[in-house]
């Protein structure tokens, strides 16, 4: 399972590539504003700094919603650098959007993704990945982790080789949940990263073992 981290924080970026388990990021336009990162230079700016920090793939998002623009917007962030990848919403012009530029050989995100059938679309359009927002459909008390497993099932009926990104992550137990149902990548807050490594019966086990150590000395 890959780690992407969902975050435009370069400072929390570095702290999770410095724990060497990390394999991209994922942005988007909220969170770049987040950050204060305004105007496009800036922009542009900000995930070439992104992608000098990770070693995997980067997701930057489109702001067009029509075709044309998306094509435009798409190839100009492909050309940042070779770790971009396009991230198109899931919408009409996002699904012809992503058939272009998987024609093209340039990598997608299709963000956004709330069901099954949309899902179905992004891979059939040949996107990289497909961002099923897991966290947004809890928080209106619908199972986010059953549309990771409902997409799961559907790829490995035809082989699709789009890979499920878990996205919209918001604590451990989603990291390790959809580890559980095969998704291939999760992007989340750092905390739901380190919180996988956090154990009361190895702070207890280590402060005893280093307790006896000093015993013998
Ligand atoms: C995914 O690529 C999105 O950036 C992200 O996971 C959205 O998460 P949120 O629902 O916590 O805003």
Known sequence: MKFFIDTANL???????????????????????????????????????????????????????????????GEALAKLHPQIVVKIPMIKDGVKALKYFSDKGIKTNCTLVFSAGQALLAAKAGATYVSPFIGRLDDISTDGLNLIAEIRNIYDNYGFETQILAASVRHTMHVIDCAKIGADVMTGPLSSIEGLLKHPLTDIGLEKFLADHKKNQ
């Open 11 to 73: 400072d929390q970026i570095k702290e999770a590539q410095a724990l060497g388990i990390l394999d991209g990021v994922t942005t988007n336009p909220s969170l770049m504003a987040k950050e204060g990162i305004k105007g496009e230079e800036n922009v542009t700016q900000h995930y070439i700094n992104i992608c000098e920090i990770v070693d995997g793939d980067v997701s930057a998002e489109v702001i067009s919603t029509d075709f044309d623009g998306m094509v435009k917007e």
